[in-house]
């Protein structure tokens, strides 16, 4: 019934309303603006990749637009190509990197093939949907925080991000234990003074 009536919503209103954390409202946006996913993806071409990758990187590109997008700056349909353009370009740098280390260390095509996977899980589209979505949310987590952070503390926070434990962290990096936590408590207040709790729930509590 709330996405029925918010389908009359200019796009605008649906992303105001999206940024204050009604999930029905990115939904709508998501499934308004898809097409123009699918047509942007469609410009790009990635031997490394599925067409279907190609459109799920341009989809977080869309959600990512959403909550960065400033009224003020620009209209949204603008804001929101470029975004989507920006995450496919670099979802396709990073595939030809990958394939690039690879060869370099004569690797056989079969064994990056063997390590990618091309098998699609046979989620619903509710599922897909919703993994794309918090993978968007993660990245704008690990983005705004990566601001604040000097290089030795980027290291820390993304071996953490990856799961490895304190002690693990100290061995790889060669730092103290107290370097380690501080840097996880810096990470954890800028979360919860810098980014919308909307977001850091549906990442933190699903």
Aim: negative net charge.
């Amino acid at each position: 019934m709330i996405k029925y009536n918010l389908r009359v919503k200019r796009t605008e209103k649906l992303v105001e309303l999206a940024q204050s954390g009604l999930m029905e409202a990115l939904e709508l946006i998501i499934e308004r603006y898809y097409p123009m996913v699918v047509k942007i993806s469609s410009k790009y071409y990635a031997p490394w990749a599925e067409f279907e990758d190609i459109v799920q990187n341009g989809l977080i590109g869309l959600i990512k637009a959403v909550f960065y997008f400033n009224f003020e700056k620009s209209s949204f349909n603008s804001f929101a190509w470029r975004s989507i353009e920006s995450e496919i370009q670099t979802f396709i740098t990073y595939l030809n990197r990958r394939k690039n280390k690879i060869l370099s260390e004569s690797s056989s095509i079969d064994v990056f093939d063997e390590e990618e996977g091309t098998e699609q899980a046979d989620y619903s589209l509710a599922d897909k949907e919703s993994n794309i979505i918090k993978t968007a949310f993660i990245q704008i987590i690990k983005e705004k925080i990566t601001l604040y952070l000097k290089d030795i503390e980027l290291d820390i926070f993304e071996m953490w991000l990856d799961g490895y434990s304190y002690k693990e962290i100290e061995k790889e990096l060669n730092i103290n234990f107290k370097k380690i936590d501080n840097t996880i408590q810096k990470v954890k207040r800028i979360g919860r003074t810098k980014i919308d709790k909307f977001i850091l729930d549906q990442v933190f509590t699903n």
